[in-house]
Nanobody, 116 residues
Framework: QVQLVESGGGLVQPGGSLRLSCEAS????????MSWHRQAPGKARELVAT????????MYADVVKGRFTISRDNGKNAMYLQMNSLKPEDTAVYYC?????????WGQGTQVTVSS
């Protein structure tokens, strides 16, 4: 099993930046891909960005391309999401997800609120 803990959420003004972190523990050797998802009130959870553990190959949702950057530090079993040029529509709970050979795991989520 893998345990995930997100941090770094908060309140930021439009145009501002935040950096989310996700730290993994447990059977981290089995992780092959990590991702960030988000869920706004009244909406379905959506994929924001993914990164493969080995090669660091990334993929972004169109709505965040050019503004968000996903990265990982395998030595620390950590993943990050640098969010720049934030918009009110980025307001959501952000979740960390890992895919392993035995299943997928979720963190508890961290709230990001973009408001003036």
């Amino acid at each position: 099993q893998v345990q995930l803990v997100e941090s770094g959420g908060g309140l930021v003004q439009p145009g501002g930046s935040l950096r989310l972190s996700c730290e993994a523990s447990g059977s981290t050797f089995s992780i092959y891909r990590m991702s960030w998802h988000r869920q706004a009130p009244g909406k379905a959870r959506e994929l924001v960005a993914t990164i493969t553990r080995a090669a660091g190959t990334t993929m972004y949702a169109d709505v965040v391309k050019g503004r968000f950057t996903i990265s990982r530090d395998n030595g620390k079993n950590a993943m990050y999401l640098q969010m720049n040029s934030l918009k009110p529509e980025d307001t959501a709970v952000y979740y960390c997800n890992t895919e392993t050979w035995s299943g997928a795991y979720w963190g508890q989520g961290t709230q990001v609120t973009v408001s003036s």
